[in-house]
């Protein structure tokens, strides 16, 4: 029986806080340079969305903005964020690459995100991680951007039959229950409670997952 692990990335494995206000503040330095901003850049209100579409982070952030500025935002901000990855600005959670050391071999493990395919490229590449990861998903493969429709399209295309699904948002613990996968909530920097506790399990750091495992 093939059993996995999948794995969200912003907030569970990668540590976005230490590369998210910089890009923010890049890019809404230009949409104030353009005068299509005033005021601060709404880092908090990102903060409390992690883990929703591109579209709808986008449209919260930019409620009164075209569609056409949406993107070219959007855009703008996944450079910025690119480069500060390459420069090693970001970082993986402690033991995140030794909790999956210990994975490797015995589960099949693979990566679902709401980050865009560029993005999530400069973290597998910049950590090398895949010496464990067999492939990585992004929301991008999905037309409706639901997240229980990636992870079911992980679990249909390598034919899992059991396994989990960690991370750190109401998202993701929903995609296991849909998938009629274990979800495994972390408690880490964008996480809330109400949400976590729907999951099946939730942990304070990534090696604890060897003992539910």
């Known amino acids: 029986m093939k059993s996995a692990v999948i794995f969200d990335m912003d907030g569970t494995l990668f540590q976005t806080n230490l590369i998210l206000e910089p890009a923010l503040e890049a890019t809404f330095e230009v949409l104030r340079s353009q005068n299509l901003w005033t005021g601060d850049t709404p880092i908090g209100q990102y903060r409390d969305i992690m883990g929703a579409t591109l579209p709808e982070v986008w449209q919260a952030l930019c409620p009164n903005h075209s569609e056409e500025v949406r993107k070219k935002s959007n855009a703008l901000f996944h450079k910025q964020l690119i480069q500060l990855i390459k420069s090693g600005k970001g970082a993986l959670y402690d033991q995140v690459e030794e ?41 991008e493969r999905i037309d409706s951007g639901n997240k229980s ?65």
Not at 106 to 119: F, M, P
Not at 123 to 137: A, D, G, P, S
Not at 149 to 177: C, H, M, P, W, Y
């Open 99 to 139: 909790t999956l050391a210990q994975l490797h071999g015995k589960y099949h493990l693979y990566i679902a995100s709401n980050g865009q395919v560029e993005y999530l490229k400069a973290i597998v590449e910049k950590y090398n991680l895949e010496r464990f990861i067999e492939k990585t998903y992004s929301i």
């Open 149 to 213: 429709e990636l992870v079911q399209l992980v679990k249909t295309e390598n034919e899992i039959k059991r396994g989990f699904v960690v991370g750190d948002r109401a998202s993701d613990i929903k995609a296991a229950k849909d998938s009629g996968l274990i979800s495994i909530g972390v408690r880490f920097d964008f996480s809330q409670e109400n949400e976590l506790k729907h999951a099946h399990y939730v942990i304070e750091s990534l090696p604890e997952i060897m003992s539910i495992v």
